[in-house]
Nanobody
Framework: QVQLVESGGGLAQVGGSLRLSCAAS????????MAWFRQVPGKEREWVGG????????YYADSVKGRFTISSDSAKNTFDLQMDSLKPEDTAVYYC?????????????????WGQGTQVTVSS
C-alpha cells in the first residue's frame, strides 16, 4: 500500500494560483499512476487529472485543461498540481490518489490509495 501525504492548498483570489503537492511512500512500481480528484459537499468526487510514472504523460479534465499542470519529481516521489487562473468553481477539497495499474483512470474506484485531502477556496 502506498502512503500519500498532501500539502498546500488554502485561499486564493479569482485568477490567482495555488500549488498542491503529494508525497508518496511505499511500493512504487513501473505501473504507478497518480491522480488528483476534487469534491464539494453533496457531489461526486471529480477527476481533475493524472500522470503516469513510467513516461510522465499527463491527462486533464476539460474543466481544468490549460489552467492546471501536473508534474512529478521522481527523486523525491512527489507529485504537484499547479493551479493557475483559478475560478470560484475550483473551490473543493482536493485529493491525490494512486494505483499501480498503469492506467490513468478517471473514476475514483480504480484508485487504491488516497491522501487525506486539502481544502482549496477561491474567492471572488
Amino acid at each position: 500500500q502506498v502512503q500519500l501525504v498532501e500539502s498546500g492548498g488554502g485561499l486564493a483570489q479569482v485568477g490567482g494560483s495555488l500549488r498542491l503537492s503529494c508525497a508518496a511512500s511505499g511500493p512504487i512500481f513501473s505501473g504507478f499512476v497518480m491522480a488528483w480528484f476534487r469534491q464539494v459537499p453533496g457531489k461526486e468526487r471529480e477527476w481533475v487529472g493524472g500522470i503516469r510514472w513510467s513516461d510522465e504523460k499527463t491527462y486533464y479534465a476539460d474543466s481544468v485543461k490549460g489552467r492546471f499542470t501536473i508534474s512529478s519529481d521522481s527523486a523525491k516521489n512527489t507529485f504537484d498540481l499547479q493551479m493557475d487562473s483559478l475560478k470560484p468553481e475550483d473551490t473543493a477539497v482536493y485529493y491525490c490518489a494512486a494505483n499501480n495499474q498503469g492506467i490513468v483512470a478517471t473514476t475514483r474506484y480504480r484508485y487504491t490509495d488516497w491522501g487525506q485531502g486539502t481544502q482549496v477556496t477561491v474567492s471572488s
